[in-house]
């Protein structure tokens, strides 16, 4: 049986992240969120320093190493396993300086040229998500004829890209970018065909954590749908990819997502019984 799924607990040091924008901004708070985190039982501690929300404004480079190298020192100190969740090749290198030993790139290198020789240079694990963004602004919205022909294909395009660079395929996870130039509808057709993306040979993260998506069905059934009350869709959504063997879910409650990923292991062990 493939092993269970990562939890990968997400520490926003930002202002503005659409989920929970300036909870952690302050660095202490930040390292103590973190810490809580990996109480909860995260795996992985994701830690960003620029909102990727659709329409973002880019921070300054020297701003977002400001964010969020000190905070990785510390957890990767305190013996965690770190990923960055950065665009930027600076910060990346930054960052696996301080202790990170994952890249999460929500652009999949084509918001910094530099990045993908980086990836080539290290020996880290690096995170390509779909993106169609610019690299001065993240992408409002994006019209697909066949999104899931469309998304696979993309990230097959990059993979392409990056292990002609001679990044070694084994260090590469692929991340469908759900809600980034997505809508609601091609979000919950991207989870419904996780097949089309582990047929490209890569493991597969996802991240659904609190986004537009499951507020609007929280919304439709006339349910509070704020972002912080999506937790427990969010663990909804962590239980039937679990079971579907992904790699990795990325949550800002990470519990919930630990229970869901038991519950998965359950039901998949149950399944593998003769
Ligand atoms: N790999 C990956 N990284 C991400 N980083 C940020 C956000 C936006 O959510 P946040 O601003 O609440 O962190 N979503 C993803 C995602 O879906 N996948």
């Known amino acids: 049986m493939t092993p269970r799924t990562l939890v990968m607990g997400v520490v926003n040091v930002t202002p503005d992240s659409f989920s929970d924008g300036g909870q952690w901004f302050e660095q ?24 990727t929300r659709p329409g973002a404004e880019r921070v300054s480079l020297a701003e977002e190493l400001q964010r969020v190298v000190p905070v990785v020192e510390a957890l990767a100190a305190a ?45 880290f694990t690096y995170v390509v998500s779909h993106w169609r963004g610019h690299s001065d602004v993240m992408a409002e919205h994006a019209t697909y004829g066949d999104v899931v022909g469309e998304v696979v294909g ?59 998506f499951l507020g609007q069905l929280l919304d439709d059934a006339g349910a509070e749908s704020l972002p912080v009350f999506r937790d427990r869709a969010t663990a909804a959504v962590t239980a039937l990819v679990a079971a579907h063997g992904v790699w990795g879910v990325r949550v800002h409650e990470v519990a919930g997502s630990v229970d869901a990923v038991r519950v998965a292991q359950a039901l998949r062990s149950a399944e593998n019984e003769p």
């Open 79 to 123: 013996g965690a396993v770190i990923s960055v969740d950065t665009m930027r090749a600076e910060v990346a290198s930054a960052s696996l300086g301080a202790g990170a030993t994952f890249i999460n790139d929500v652009s999949g290198g084509l918001a910094d040229p530099q990045m993908v020789p980086l990836v080539a240079a290290g020996d």
């Open 28 to 51: 202490d708070v930040a390292i103590a969120h973190g810490r809580h985190l990996l109480a909860q039982g995260a795996d992985i501690l994701d830690i960003g320093g620029e909102s």
């Open 154 to 212: 993309e990230l097959r395009g990059r993979l392409a890209a990056i292990l002609a660079a001679g990044v070694d395929p084994e260090r590469v996870i692929i991340d469908p970018g759900l809600g980034f130039a997505k809508d609601g509808a091609d979000n919950w057709r991207l989870l419904a065909h996780l097949d089309a993306l582990t047929a490209l040979g890569h493991r597969v993260l996802i991240g659904a954590s609190r986004k537009r």
